[in-house]
């Protein structure tokens, strides 16, 4: 069974960069469509894009100039980078197999935009 | 397309069903899932295709509907079904999520 474990930093400023990475074990990167979808506390869910092995990758048209998401193969992970961060990008990010319906998911990580 | 969910929160009796529903802007098909939420945990995916259960999900969990309207069906309520309730689209990107309805114990 795929296993993802999202990680990087709780706390970003205000105007710079978020940056996580998601470890998938128990499956390859290159064997499955990947996403990234985050939640505000309290609040529902938000799809921030997808990304293949191939190179395609989708953004949210609402984050979309802000938004990358990578793999790294050798690593068996992805990654998010968010730029020019603000309140409203607080919230839990999480990773997830797929890209129509997601069947694993990481447990998730809060991030907090705070000066 | 905005995903709609009724309602808010629904509370009902362990035992009894529950019925939730989920309406779209405009006609997704079939391609819509279900998902569930408990306090502190990542989403599980109960329902794709808009009836069709996910590996390992109990038979008590049903969905049905097609174009706008949706409903997922919990037959008799376990105690560990108490949780929030999400539908989702992905018929055209960005696939979105309905709001979200609360399931409590009455």
């Known amino acids: 069974q795929v296993q993802l474990q999202e990680s990087g930093p709780g706390l970003v400023k205000p105007s710079e960069t978020l940056s996580l990475t998601c470890a998938v074990s128990g499956g390859s990167v290159t064997s499955s469509y990947w996403s990234w979808i985050r939640q505000p506390p309290g609040k529902g869910l938000e799809c921030i894009g997808y990304?293949?092995?191939?190179?395609?990758?989708i953004y949210n048209p609402s984050l979309k100039s802000r938004v990358t998401i990578s793999l790294d193969t050798s690593k068996n992970q992805l990654s998010l980078r968010l730029n020019s961060v603000t309140a409203a990008d607080t919230a839990v990010y999480y990773c997830?197999?797929?890209?129509?319906?997601?069947?694993?998911w990481g447990q998730g990580t809060l991030v907090t935009v705070s000066s | 397309i905005v995903m709609t969910q009724s309602p808010a929160t629904l509370s009902v009796s362990p035992g009894e069903r529950a019925t939730l529903s989920c309406r779209a802007s405009?006609?997704?098909?079939?391609?819509l899932a279900w998902y569930q939420q408990k306090p502190g945990q990542a989403p599980r995916l109960l329902i794709y295709?808009?009836?069709a259960r996910a590996t390992g999900i109990p038979a008590r969990f049903s969905g049905s509907g097609s174009g706008t309207e949706f409903t997922l069906t919990i037959s008799s309520l376990q105690s560990e079904d108490f949780a929030i309730y999400y539908c989702q689209h992905y018929n055209n990107w960005p696939y979105t999520f309905g709001q979200g309805t609360k399931l409590e114990i009455k």
């Open positions: 295709g808009a009836s």
């Open positions: 405009q006609s997704v098909s079939s391609n």
């Open positions: 990304i293949y092995y191939t190179g395609i990758t």
């Open positions: 997830a197999s797929g890209y129509e319906n997601f069947d694993f």
